[in-house]
């Protein structure tokens, strides 16, 4: 508990739990509202589900720039940017629903600009709390975002199907408010410049000079060299002999994040597993979601069905508070995987609501424990000014595949039924569950207190 209290002690992370959690908010309220809306203009199975797969493409399309964006620029001002764009985006869709011109060709050109704006510098508010805390806060800080994260979907789905029910622009009404909110305690964050933090976390295991080939066993460099980073405000490349190179072209910055990604241990695998249970989750969640559309489920209900999988998120992320100052992340992760492959295969026998509701309620309990320790290891690692970078590195492949998933998901449906459709996915969670019990990078890595000594 007192490393929960130092942490809400942290400057400004306050501020920016405030700016973060309003983002989850207005995104659960829009995300569930969307492929309703999207289905009662087209009347369209596949076009909703479609909606989605182009959302998603457009998003990690814009990713593969945006993390080079996030690292080269202040993060501050992204942060209150995608939030003021957010808003009226979301504004303008309320508005034309209101007056009853929303169509199908405005839907999808407003999605696809709310995409590339998060791909574009939504990684910025993430890759800022690394300037806020520490590498030893990092994994409690995480498990935090994954409690809240599950709180805000549980009440969010059923929230927005009770608003959906009353209006349907209720809920981008909402969403706009909070994405405004967001923006305004994005005006009180408080991020340390490179150099001025006063803390250097040992083990972090990269050098981040783009000079040089950069190996996952050299430690970071504590001498002079600084490369433009997070907040923007490293404009320069200072050699050892102390003259002045000209600052990284933005491609080289780029690059740099996939080549010192793909020169770790570990990341490579992660990424891949990552990909696949993506994948599979993704595409059981679209599944779900657009089979209880076809048969004219009752929005609540169909909220109902995320709540139930937040509830297990939730109790996820009380274990991982709990756990993630001390379990082994290596044995976790297998039983985590475990867990999501056998609770989803129920699914493939019968398609009646209450037994999907509590199949997927359960496949979601261990995924907190993932996010905040497997990816709180990668982060914490990583260093400052790589940290948005390295998280498109992760993010794009992960998402490469999970962005078809709605797309299939409405295109298999008619033709293959609930079932069928099910069961490719869990091939593809059988996989990824394989290889994170197989593979020795991530079976051997250790518990928190040893990260500093772990290699990424």
Request: proline letters at 4%.
């Amino acid at each position: 508990m007192s490393g929960t209290r130092e942490l809400w002690r942290s400057q400004g992370y306050l501020a920016w739990f405030t700016a973060d959690t309003a983002v989850a908010v207005g995104t659960a309220l829009r995300g569930f509202a969307i492929p309703l809306i999207a289905f009662s203009v087209s009347h369209s199975l596949a076009t909703a589900g479609w909606l989605a797969t182009l959302s998603a493409a457009l998003q990690q399309g814009c990713t593969l720039l945006g993390g080079a964006i996030v690292d080269r620029h202040e993060r501050k001002p992204l942060i209150i940017a995608n939030a003021i764009i957010q808003t009226l985006l979301w504004t303008v869709v309320s508005v034309l629903m209101i007056g009853g011109r929303l169509n199908i060709v405005m839907l999808f050109a407003v999605v696809g600009i709310a995409a590339c704006t998060t791909g574009l510098i939504g990684e910025a508010t993430d890759a800022a709390l690394r300037s806020i805390i520490s590498m030893r806060e990092y994994s409690k800080a995480r498990s935090i975002n994954e409690g809240r994260d599950a709180t805000i979907n549980m009440a969010g789905s059923p929230i927005g199907g009770i608003l959906y029910g009353i209006q349907p622009w209720l809920p981008f009404v909402c969403s706009a408010v909070v994405y405004a909110i967001a923006g305004g305690s994005a005006t009180r964050l408080h991020l340390h410049r490179h150099g001025e933090s006063g803390e250097h976390d040992a083990g972090t295991d990269a050098s981040v000079d783009t000079s040089v080939d950069t190996s996952v066993d050299t430690a970071v460099d504590a001498g002079p060299t600084r490369t433009a980073g997070a907040g923007g405000d490293a404009t320069e490349h200072m050699p050892a002999d102390g003259h002045t190179a000209q600052r990284p072209s933005f491609i080289s910055d780029v690059v740099l994040g996939w080549k010192w990604t793909f020169h770790t241990y570990r990341l490579p695998i992660i990424i891949v597993v990552a990909s696949l249970i993506n994948f599979g989750l993704n595409g059981i969640q679209y599944t779900i979601q657009l089979h209880l559309i076809n048969v004219g489920t009752q929005p609540f209900r169909i909220g109902l069905m995320d709540t139930g999988v937040c509830v297990g998120m939730l109790i996820g992320s009380i274990l991982a508070n709990r756990l993630s100052e001390k379990a082994h992340v290596g044995n976790a992760m297998r039983g985590a995987f475990i867990m999501a492959f056998v609770c989803a295969i129920p699914m493939l026998f019968d398609s009646n609501y209450w037994l999907i509701l509590i199949c997927y309620a359960f496949v979601a309990v261990p995924f907190p424990l993932v996010n905040s320790m497997l990816f709180g290891f990668v982060f914490s690692k990583t260093d400052e000014q790589l940290q948005g970078r390295v998280a498109t590195v992760i993010s794009v492949p992960a998402q490469a595949l999970s962005m078809f998933c709605g797309g299939i998901a409405g295109s298999m449906l008619p033709l293959l039924g609930f079932t069928v459709s099910i069961g490719v996915f869990l091939v593809v969670i059988g996989i990824s569950m394989l290889i994170a019990n197989l593979s020795r990078a991530i079976t051997t890595i250790p518990e928190p207190s040893a990260w500093a000594l772990a290699k990424l």
